[in-house]
Structures are given as C-alpha cells and as structure tokens.
C-alpha cells in the first residue's frame, strides 16, 4: 500500500485526514484535534485545506441560525436525528 504523508512531523497520511473528515471533520482545526495534524510545524495545514476541500462545511449562516451542523451537511442525518430521540 502506497502511504502518502500529509502531516510529516506526526505520520498522518491522507488516508486519515480523509477518514477524520468523513467522520465529521470540517476544518484544518478539526482535523487537528483529531490527529495532530497541523499542530507542530504547520507546514500540511494547506494540504490538509485542500483534501477537506471546498463546501465541506455546512454555510456558516445556517450554524448561526441555530440549524445543526449535521442537518445543514446532509438532510438525511436530521431525520435520523428526529427518530433517535
């Protein structure tokens, strides 16, 4: 398997950065808290930028408005979300 490294300073790969955004990871911040990623030299925070890419948040006026962030990404999640409680 070929590893390509984003975060040389704590051996975070790819693979990782993108499984943490698939887990629900939106932002260099996010992925930091999750991995390490971006804490030390700060060198990957780009990269790590463009592997979370562009609309991978929901719209900050919807989380300003109250909506959850997981309603605002996927619709989907919000009727999960009504039927668990």
């Known amino acids: 398997m070929n590893r390509v490294y984003v975060c040389n300073c ?12 698939e887990g629900g ?3 260099p911040r996010q992925i930091a808290s999750a991995c390490k990623a971006g804490t030390d030299c700060g060198s990957c925070v780009r990269r790590i930028q463009s592997l979370l890419g562009r609309g991978a948040c929901p719209p900050r006026e919807l989380v300003e408005q109250g909506e959850p962030a997981l309603t605002a990404m996927a619709p989907e999640f919000a009727t999960a979300l009504d039927e668990a409680a």
Do not use: D, P, S
């Open 10 to 21: 704590f051996g975070v790969t790819e693979e990782q950065v993108k499984k943490h955004a």
């Open 25 to 27: 990871a939106c932002t």
